[in-house]
């Protein structure tokens, strides 16, 4: 779920140099970085600078920026040396604006924007797809229910791989050559899925599929809500296809030909529509014509380096080992994973404790229970259009009232200010009107809640690790996807154990009042944020909050 961390990344690297260009156009000397481009964005208004070499989110940082962003002194200014004169051979945006993504048509961006949803969705719908059919599956294969349950929790496991691999890869070979070369093999792992001979080679189809799975193409600011309603579409209509197939006796294998047939026609339109959508790698291929048609090899882009290339160490060091430094010296960061992970937890949860209140309780069966995850899906609706036409332009009104200056990350939590209480409300909601003797309206409402709210939580959160962290955001972001899937993998492997034991009511009470221990976290963030931040090795501190 919330594939679209690629989306966010790209945040990071316009809010960094949005900040970088702020404070050197108030110094004397005014020197436009390579690449950049002036772009407008609804939730966050800035120029988009893009990278000067392969590792995107460092290259911007700035020692001074990193520390907390502390103005240089004039000492300081004096003491510089000169900017290096302009390699005439660099090629950049300059002249060349039309390259740059951020000035194609608006509706082709938007089109755009949605083909990357759709691939979202295909991924989580691959995620949830089999839930439905597990017990056929468990009866074909005369397996327990838990190794079954792993169909599910072995495909989030893979998330864990994902940001490690795919986000550095896009960074040095672009877009659209990554989710090429990705979509094949998640393409075959799924006919493997549907031609396996046993539950064994299922699951490692699976687990293989996702490592194969990707990130929508870098969007901004406003988009990032629509586009992060894409993953609440894909476990919403999967139960309920899968939930039809079961109750039609069809058999599980077409469950897998279905996502077979769903990525095929996915990577036919990945080859006849996705354009390159990287600056750095749009420059370097730009930079390979001009050479091939001169024939003059000192036309370069900023993506070759410089001589100073990054040894193996320095990239494993940015990539895979920063991430994890990150959560241990960033109590703040390693609070809101926890709560981020708690959440995206019980969204899997669900796909084990929809059918036990759905079907075993009130007695629906697997089809008419999956139409139960549209609430899901509607509650994910309600929350973006909140978001759009109240949350967002608050924000705008704020940006615009502070004229100039950076408005504080904390702005940012509001949307979680009203999410973090109505979590556990709607849990209750979903705990006690579970009861056969119930309408199943009651339950069906608390889950249209729940997905409301576990949007905005998404939302807000997503938005306030990027404004703190600006160019550390990639390695926040990275961190909390891996410790998320782990808690998407493991929720549902005890759910079904949990709701037996404690029954609906005393497990989804159980749940509720571990969300009710998050509710603080939004009004103390508010409050002491900017302490916090000060305090930071990795947050920042803008000059002017």
């Known amino acids: 779920m919330f594939e679209g961390e690629a989306l966010a990344r790209t945040a990071s690297q316009e809010h960094a140099a949005a900040e970088l260009t702020r404070q050197r156009s108030s110094s004397a000397s005014s020197r436009n970085p390579p690449f950049a481009a002036v772009a407008p964005s609804v939730s966050r208004p800035a120029p988009i600078a893009e990278t000067s070499s392969n590792h995107s989110t460092t290259t911007l940082a700035e020692p001074d920026l990193e520390a907390g962003a502390q103005e240089k002194s004039e000492k300081q200014e004096a003491a510089a040396p000169a900017p290096a004169p302009e390699d005439e051979f660099l090629v950049t945006l300059k002249g060349r604006e039309q390259l740059n993504p951020h000035t194609w048509n608006t509706t082709y961006r938007w089109a755009l924007t949605g083909f990357a949803g759709l691939l979202v969705l295909n991924a989580t719908f691959a995620s949830s797809a089999p839930s439905n059919l597990i017990p056929s599956i468990i009866t074909h294969f005369h397996v327990s229910e838990e190794v079954g349950i792993l169909l599910i929790s072995i495909f989030v496991a893979g998330y864990c791989v994902g940001p490690l691999l795919w986000g550095p890869l896009s960074e ?123 024939g003059d090899t000192r036309w370069h882009a900023a993506l070759e380096g410089n001589g100073a290339k990054e040894t193996a160490s320095m990239v494993l060091d940015r990539t895979v080992f920063k991430p994890f430094r990150m959560i241990v010296q960033e109590p703040m960061l390693a609070v809101i994973t926890l709560y981020m992970s708690f959440v995206y937890g019980i969204v899997y949860l669900l796909f084990e404790a929809i059918p036990i209140i759905f079907v075993q309780q009130h007695g629906l069966n697997s089809g008419e229970a999956g139409l139960v995850f549209l609430a899901l899906l509607f509650g994910g609706v309600t929350s973006v259009l909140l978001y759009i036409f109240y949350f967002n332009p608050d924000y705008k009104k704020i940006h615009h009232s502070l004229q100039g200056r950076p408005v504080p990350p904390e702005v940012r939590l509001k949307a979680l200010a009203y999410a973090a209480p109505l979590m556990p409300i709607s849990m209750l909601i979903v705990a006690f009107t579970s009861y056969s003797n119930l309408s199943i309206a009651g339950p069906i409402i608390g889950i249209w809640l729940l997905g409301g709210c576990v949007l905005f939580v998404f939302l807000a959160c997503f938005n306030y690790i990027i404004d703190c962290y600006l160019m550390n955001a990639a390695s926040a972001l990275a961190i909390n996807t891996v410790v998320r899937s782990s808690f998407g993998a493991g929720f549902p492997l005890f759910a079904g154990q949990m709701y037996r034991k404690l029954s609906t009511p005393g497990a989804t009470g159980l749940l509720a009042g571990l969300a009710l221990v998050f509710v603080p976290m939004p009004f103390l963030l508010m409050k002491y944020g900017k302490k916090i931040r000060a305090m930071s090795k990795n947050a920042i501190v803008r000059p002017g909050e």
Do not use: H
């Not at 093999?185 to 189809?205: D, R």
């Not at 039809?244 to 339109?269: D, E, H, K």
């Open 172 to 294: 040095r070979y672009g877009r659209r050559l990554v989710f090429i070369g990705s979509w094949i093999p998640y393409f075959c792992f799924q006919i493997g899925a549907a031609l396996s001979p046993n539950v064994g080679s299922i699951i490692v189809f699976r687990f293989l599929g996702v490592i194969a799975d990707l990130w929508g193409p870098d969007q901004r600011g406003d988009a990032l809500a629509i586009f992060a309603l894409m993953p609440f579409a894909g476990p919403a209509l999967a139960p309920i296809i899968s939930g039809y197939m079961y109750v039609t006796g069809t058999n599980w294998r077409w469950i897998f030909w279905v996502l077979t047939i769903f990525a095929g026609v996915c990577f036919v339109a990945i080859l006849a529509l996705l354009p390159e959508t990287y600056v750095p790698y749009i420059l370097y291929k730009e930079a390979k014509r001009l050479r091939k048609e001169t």
